[in-house]
């Protein structure tokens, strides 16, 4: 199973992205996806996470600016990211809790992260 992350970059305070992460492999269900990201010299931190069914969760920072939305027949999540500020500069990550065997259950995998930056 590979997650390939994707539409980091520049972009002024106030600007948007949109990021995108498409799952890809053996893959027989994903139950839970998400946004994750880290700044240098900090943790990683959650930034939003979406169940199969649609659950959302938000981390305190982004919500009413950041968008998390999952399209499940390509495997694929979203993060339409608006209002950026220079606080948001980090490596965005996103994972997926994926089976890929039959009588298995669900391990988790990630991409290799995208790099968003927010600078005048």
């Known amino acids: 199973v590979q997650l390939q992350a994707s539409g980091g970059g520049l972009v002024q305070p106030g600007g948007s992205l949109r990021l995108s992460c498409a799952a890809s492999?053996?893959?027989?269900?994903?139950?839970?996806m998400g946004w994750y990201r880290q700044a240098p010299g900090k943790q990683r931190e959650l930034v939003a996470i979406i169940s199969s069914g649609g659950s959302l969760n938000y981390a305190d920072s982004v919500k009413g600016r950041f968008t998390i939305s999952r399209d499940n027949a390509k495997n694929t999540i979203y993060l339409q990211m608006n209002s950026l500020k220079p606080e948001d500069t980090a490596l965005y990550s996103c994972?997926?809790?994926?089976?890929?065997?039959?009588?298995?259950?669900?391990?988790?995998?990630w991409g290799q992260g995208t790099q968003v930056t927010v600078s005048s």
């Open positions: 492999g053996s893959i027989i269900s994903i139950n839970v």
């Open positions: 994972n997926a809790d994926v089976r890929s065997q039959p009588g298995t259950w669900y391990r988790t995998y």
